[in-house]
């Protein structure tokens, strides 16, 4: 690691030093809130961006200020070898944190091979703690045992370890508290997320989203919340923690409230378009420019000229945005 080059600036001057990567559009779950029981029309292979082409923009964009990067998707961990990726990113000079999200369903197999590769923490998206219903929420029965993915990734020294939970009214919103219990003596943090309504949301409408206010009262029934600093990274939840807990409740409120004036991130989707905003159209494609040998940079700064003071969600409607597993949530 070296010293980082400052990181470049949008037109309204924050500093963008933060990448999200899709690696692929592909899931082996179907969560409720994400994408449709008979899943997405997939992006043709030879299109998606091969793990050297994703290093190759990382290696062009790095010295522009560009030092954390997370891998999302779709479900990362199901594209064959990560390792071999995460691998080539932790060597590229400014790369300073590496970060994954992940449904969790493979990292009890494999979260020591990606600490070994370079991987420094992961989120793991955790919708409930009880099994039949995550099947329900997921439409999936892959065996999955949250608690014991956050486990495998806090023993891996994958850590801090987040837990993401997606607050549906009625289907999951009784679980509020166990989860908010597990921070007690589990040093994870918990991050309650309110439902955004965009792609394909068949089963969910906005009488399924839970305003953060909400889920912090329900959450203090068990005990008094302090705000807290929480434990670092890159993005833009609150934190709470009860007194003498190892963990910590955060907030995430792109419903109730926006956090646009902090941005910090661009995200590039798996057929290589660098998307500014996570809603809209804010997109500058990068592949046909990294394959011809093209410098990345002047689409890079082009892009961070466009990027969007805020989004317009709250003025869209479902159906009306692309699900998030396609734009790398
Ligand atoms: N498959 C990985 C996972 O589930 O963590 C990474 C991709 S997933 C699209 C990233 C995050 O987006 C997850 O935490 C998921 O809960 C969240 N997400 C997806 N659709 C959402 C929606 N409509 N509203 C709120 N969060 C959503
Ligand atoms: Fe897959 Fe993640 Fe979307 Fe669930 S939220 S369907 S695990 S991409």
Sequence with gaps: MSDAAAPARDQFGRAIEYLRISVTDRCNFRCLYCMPSEGLPWLPRAEILSYEEIAGVVAQLAPLGLRRIRLTGGEPTIRPQLERLIAMLAAIEGVEDIALSTNGVRLEERADVYRAAGLRRVNISADSLRAERIVKIARRDLGLDPVRAARAASDAGLGPV??????????????????????????????????MPVGELRELTWDHVVPSDEVLARAGAIGRLEAVAGPGGNGPAAYHAFAGARGTIGVITPMSHTYCASCNRVRLTADGRLRTCLFGDHEVPLRDALRAGEPLAPLFRRALEGKPREHALLQMRVGGLRALSQVGG
């Design 162 to 195: 987040k837990l993401n939970v997606v607050v549906l009214r009625g289907i999951n919103d009784d679980e509020i508290a166990d989860f908010a219990r597990l921070t007690i003596d589990n040093p994870w943090h918990v991050r309650f997320i309110e439902l």
